[in-house]
């Protein structure tokens, strides 16, 4: 019986850790490519467009730094420019944890 409760707990516990979106692993996989690791809008992939994907390492951002404001932009995207929307393919935690990440490359948090 302990031992059942014991391996519920376990499961439990790490399959919360798994749930918590890696925003850094996010950033790497869909923003990186334009916005460049560190965010200063230099991505390999940064050449094959117009429009230069903005710093996000910079303290403000044309749209504004609140989370709101960031949230809006990934979800939504900026239409007539590269910058894609995201809300068909992260969910809300996954933009959270964006949002979230942002503020490292801004240097707002460690
Ligand atoms: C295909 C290239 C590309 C990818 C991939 C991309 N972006 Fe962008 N992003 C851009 C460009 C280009 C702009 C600037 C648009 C403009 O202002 O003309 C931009 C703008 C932004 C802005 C607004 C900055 C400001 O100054 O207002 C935010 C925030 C942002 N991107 C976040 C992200 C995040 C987070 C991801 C990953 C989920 C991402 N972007 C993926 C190209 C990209």
Redesign the pocket.
Known sequence: MLRTVFFTALALSTSLAWAAPDGKA??TT??A???GVKGLGDGP??AY?D????S?A?PT????TTDKA?LK??TKG?PG????A?GDK?DEAQRGA?VDY?KVLRGEKP
């Open positions: 996010l950033y869909w923003c490519g334009c916005h992939d940064a467009y429009s230069k994907p903005s996000l910079a951002y044309k749209r504004g960031v932009v990934i900026l420019t590269p910058m894609d995201f992260l964006l942002l």
